[in-house]
């Protein structure tokens, strides 16, 4: 697995006026959607192209377009949500999966609640998005979700990552296929209700208002 922390200060600048309390939901949403088109750069630097031909008003030029299949983005319910559109202004060709998922604030376990995704992944260039990987567990079991359908070349887009989390998905994931996490931060460590220090607080509550 390869991870990368997107050292640029505009992502800098934007993660922490992000990570300030007193950022009200307006402003987070507009952030985060900010955020993630710079992440996504990065995140699709290996996205499959294809020799195409164009002509310019002065003569034909060589260039590349988007190979086929389309990539797929799959945002996971409900915070992923929040970078959906940042992405897919980045790649308005690709076609977009969905998983609901929701961790146990008791056990720290995710549960899928909702699966709406091609049920053929090979040969598909994938791209999670998650705001927060905290534990692992939801991050791993998306993936899962995908190597199960034939994925074998997922990228993950978060904004803030814990350690723990990255340790748990290169113990859990099969190293075979590559997985890339790209995130503008690593964070110090988890606190004892698993959530991210310093962190940013519920990215979903934050986005969405407390459900
Ligand atoms: O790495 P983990 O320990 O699994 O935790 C991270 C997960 O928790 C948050 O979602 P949450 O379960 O709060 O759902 P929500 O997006 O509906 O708020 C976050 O968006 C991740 O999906
Ligand atoms: O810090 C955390 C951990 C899990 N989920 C969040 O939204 N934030
Ligand atoms: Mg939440």
Redesign the pocket.
């Known amino acids: 697995m390869q991870t990368l922390a997107v050292d640029h200060p505009l992502v800098a600048h934007k993660l922490t006026t992000l990570r300030d309390v007193r950022t009200d939901s307006p402003t987070f949403r507009r952030l985060a959607d900010e955020l993630v088109t710079l992440l996504a750069y990065e995140a699709t630097r290996d996205v499959r192209v294809a020799p195409a031909t164009v002509e310019t008003p002065v003569e034909p030029a060589q260039g590349v377009q988007l190979a086929n299949p389309k990539p797929l983005v799959v945002p ?6 929040g970078m959906l559109d940042g992405m897919t202004r980045l790649l308005p060709t690709a076609e977009v999966g969905f998983l ?6 008791g056990t ?3 549960q899928t609640y909702a699966t709406r995704l091609p049920d053929d992944l090979s040969g598909r260039q994938c791209y999670v998005l ?13 993936i899962k979700l995908l190597l199960d359908r034939g994925a074998r070349d997922v990228t993950a887009l978060c904004l803030l990552a ?1 350690p723990e ?1 990255l340790r ?1 998905l290169e113990e859990t994931l099969d190293s075979a296929a590559p997985i890339r996490v790209v995130t503008a931060a690593v964070d110090s460590h ?1 606190n004892e209700h ?1 959530f991210i220090v310093p962190g940013l607080g ?4 934050r ?2 208002g407390v ?1």
């Open positions: 996971i319910l409900r915070a992923g949500l609901g998922m929701i961790r146990d604030e720290l376990q995710a998650d705001p927060m990987l905290a534990t692992g567990g939801t991050l791993a079991a998306a814990a989390g748990f988890l698993g519920d990215a979903g509550d986005l969405y459900v």
